[in-house]
């Protein structure tokens, strides 16, 4: 299995507003997440578009200039603030009277924000996974681990012995925490505490 970019090496490419394939692989991983958020507020589906949008401009504006710095913060915590930003933002434009702040997105959202965040580095990995390993690998897996049924019946279905369904399951989810690992491992920062970060 060819591992995932880390954090690092993608955010490395996508600095480079040319390079196609890496702001690709970037939008496809993170606008799940922002949009899921927005929409998440009780945003509209079109508005939500909109914040996901302006959120991606931001970053491809912020990014060729960044410097990683693993001692400043996470990527993933610089990416729920500008999202947050956005989104208070439309808040704001969209009435004509001012929001009370206690309407607006706060700190609180942290969690949803690491939930929807967490279930999108499981979706991303999962498709990266299942893409090389054996068929009968992956259903053992996803069988009995997300759908929980019972090995015996998966076993008996795919033609397995349970143990050979236990090891199988056990390697792709293996294979999955790797991969997750890999994807959120690394942090990305601005020069000087998040200076300079367009949001």
């Not at 690709?24 to 949009?35: K, M």
Request: charged share 30%; aromatic share 8%; glycine share 4%.
């Amino acid at each position: 299995m060819s591992a995932p970019e880390t954090r690092v090496s993608l955010i490395r490419r996508v600095r480079d507003v040319h390079d196609e394939g890496a702001w690709t692989e970037f939008v496809s991983l993170y606008t799940p997440v922002v949009y899921a958020f927005a929409r998440s507020r009780g945003i509209r589906e079109a508005d939500a578009e909109d914040i996901t949008q302006e959120v991606f401009r931001s970053l491809a504006k912020a990014l060729p200039k960044f410097q990683l710095d693993q001692t400043i913060g996470t990527f993933r915590n610089w990416l729920f603030t500008v999202t947050r930003s956005k989104l208070n933002n439309h808040l704001v434009k969209s009435r004509k009277i001012p929001v009370p702040t206690e309407n607006l997105p706060d700190q609180g959202d942290v969690s949803d924000w690491e939930n929807l965040y967490m279930k999108e580095l499981f979706r991303h990995a999962c498709e990266r996974v299942e893409e090389v390993v054996e068929k009968s690998s992956w259903q053992a897996f996803w069988r009995t681990a997300v759908d929980l049924e019972a090995p015996e019946k998966v076993a008996a279905e795919l033609e397995l012995s349970v143990a050979n369904v236990y090891q199988k399951r056990s390697r792709v989810a293996a294979r999955l925490r790797e991969a997750i690992r890999l994807a959120d491992d690394e942090v990305l920062s601005g020069k000087g505490q998040g200076a300079g970060i367009p949001i």
